[in-house]
């Protein structure tokens, strides 16, 4: 977090991140625990901490296109705008899971594109299609549908400090 703070890094987050803490309010309370003095309260620091520009960086990296993997995979390789190929673990803390030896993410950004591939058999799962393509799996037999409550957030930011 220190390192994001630091406006020399260039890091994503900084300009999300760094208004909102004190120029000293980070600190290491043990090994795995940081604690973060904010200038005033924040409910959406979870967000911030979480999303997808904001990650923790070990001090004096330089190559940010090795990442090492946590849980249950481990990073095999990465083509940029292309896929991510992933293993399985053997040091994963559940004994016996992953039930995968591994996972390969493939960007297919076109939803019919990702809706042929499926059917074709070139992926076994897709997501966030759109209804008419979703009927069209409830339409074959030898797919499966699988419907759930979305996780995704939609975060509205205002600055009220400022008059319209």
């Known amino acids: 977090i220190q390192y994001i703070l630091n406006s020399d890094n260039k890091a994503d987050a900084y300009p999300n991140l ?3 803490l004190e120029s000293k309010g980070v600190r ?3 090994a795995s625990t940081v604690e ?5 309260p924040y409910a959406l620091l979870p967000q911030v901490l979480g999303s997808k520009v904001m990650f923790l960086i070990k001090h004096g990296t330089t190559d940010f296109d090795k990442p090492i993997g946590t849980g249950p995979f481990k990073f095999v ?3 940029r705008g292309q896929r991510v190929t992933l293993a399985r673990s053997d040091n994963y803390r559940t004994a016996g899971q992953p039930y995968l030896d591994g996972v390969e ?3 297919i950004n076109d939803p019919t ?9 070139q992926v076994d799962a897709v997501a966030q299609l759109d209804g008419s393509l979703a009927r069209l799996i409830e339409a074959n037999p030898a797919l499966v549908l699988l419907r ?3 996780g995704a ?3 509205q930011f205002m600055m009220t400090n400022l008059k319209p």
């Open 153 to 155: 957030t939609t975060d």
């Open 77 to 79: 390789s990465w083509s």
């Open 18 to 20: 760094a208004p909102l």
């Open 36 to 40: 973060i003095e904010l200038k005033q």
């Open 148 to 150: 759930s409550k979305s």
């Open 28 to 30: 290491a309370l043990d």
């Open 113 to 121: 594109a990702r809706m042929n591939a499926l059917v074709a058999g």
């Open 105 to 107: 993410f493939i960007a």
